[in-house]
């Protein structure tokens, strides 16, 4: 049965003012799995002005409370937790194993930003000056827009809105309107920890209505975005010009590189989760796999093989290694992009959507192989944001490591090899926010920021404490004490 999904309003649940609506479909099936408020600029501005208010009061909570309350959630969360995994799939299409993980992320982001409740730190140092101290604290900003993305419909909102409520600030979320049934389902649950009402608020509505309503809502002091490079590129402009502090997490064509002495079974295990996990719809998905040429044929051989096995289906089946793409449109897209790639590459595997028996009703593509692409081919540039992998020839390390950096993005890159000497060059070399060794390109823990370089971030990264998260939505305020009873002059005296 479809679920009625409402904004929420300084505690209300509440229709879009124009009362029209958007459906959310389960792209497995293609059944209606639930309705969404489809706001615009009269919801935005309630939302903003509730949250304007209720920052008055959350300010103040000490934050050792409003970390009690963060504990409270995460505890309802973790109990909630199979039900949420399966509203992942059944809305995004993610198999189930990775639905429970969307919402675990969930769960660790509120235990951690709990704790750091009571962990809020500044610095004090000393002064230059006799009788004076000098101290940093952190304060909120005021009023956090949230926009997120619809492939980690729980993670990605937690990452976000965990860290802005225990610094204290109040919070509009925008989540995709391809997965609102996962968002409101995430803020019901957290408000249920005991928010006061207004502190946590969401409206739904599509990117180019209410997400640019928010964007360029001067209640708000920072955005915080996670999507596609091109919006990103467009909201850092609205704020630019409206003064406003933005983070953006954007795209990725992340690249895993397969040195000669790699322990192939391995790699291949990590290029096929890092390239068809999540049907490659993750900004870290390894969409580029570049391979030294001394064990290429052999690597591609046994990629292939190992690809060939991976059975698609609708992920609440048991089984199922890839779901569907998330819908029509963006099915599309990736078609489109597969079909430059026939071009421009060596079709060794898939290359086309899937309908057999019960695929017939929902978005898949079969997991998709180009061999011998060039680092500059379009499908070796372009992030595709789907189950296709492009494999790459290289002589040695230095040009595996150049061929990586030969893109726009910088988020994530990964490399195998047994020497350590190779992976001292790569942490050095690559260009990307994250790198793992002897790992995929997927796989990143909530503990540490999460973000990219070039085209793929901007401002602090997502997730993490300090030099992540915490700094995004938190100023350092400073603070000079002088208890000398007379003028002293700093640099002077
Ligand atoms: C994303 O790639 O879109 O690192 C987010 C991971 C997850 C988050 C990925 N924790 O695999």
Known sequence: MAVKVMNLINGKA??????????????????????????GK???????????RAFKGWRLVPAPKRGEILFRAASLLLKDKASLGE?????????????LGDAQEAVDMAYYMAGEGRRLDGQTVPSELPFKDCKSVREPLGVAGLITPWNFPIAIPAWKILPALICGNTVVLKPSSYTPVCASRLVDIINSAGLPPGVLNIVHGKGEEAGECLAAHQGIVLLSFT??????????KTCAALGTKISCEMGGKNPIIVMDDAR????????LWGGFGTAGQRCTAASRVIVHEKIYDEFLTMF?????KLRLGNGLSKGVHVGPVVNESQMNKVLGLIDVGKKEGRLVLGGSRSTDGPLKKGYFIEPTIFADVMPSARIAQEEIFGPVVSVIKATSLGSAISIANYVEYGLSAAIYTQDVNNTAIAERDLEAGIVYINAP????????????IKKSGMGHGEAGGRGGSLDMFSRCKVIYRDFSGRLQKAQID
């Open 14 to 39: 509440v229709p879009a003012k124009s009362g029209r609506t958007i459906k959310s479909l389960n792209p497995a099936t293609g059944e209606v799995i639930g309705t969404a408020p489809a706001s």
């Open 42 to 52: 009269a919801d935005i501005d309630m939302a903003v002005e509730a949250a304007r």
């Open 87 to 99: 509203v992942v799939t059944r809305e995004m299409g993610k198999i189930l194993s990775e639905g």
């Open 227 to 236: 999507g596609s490079s091109t919006t990103g590129e467009a909201l850092q």
């Open 264 to 271: 192939l079974e391995l790699a291949v295990e990590g290029a």
């Open 304 to 308: 292939v093989k190992a690809a060939k």
């Open 441 to 452: 390109t997927i796989g990143a823990e909530i503990q540490l920021p999460f973000g990219g």
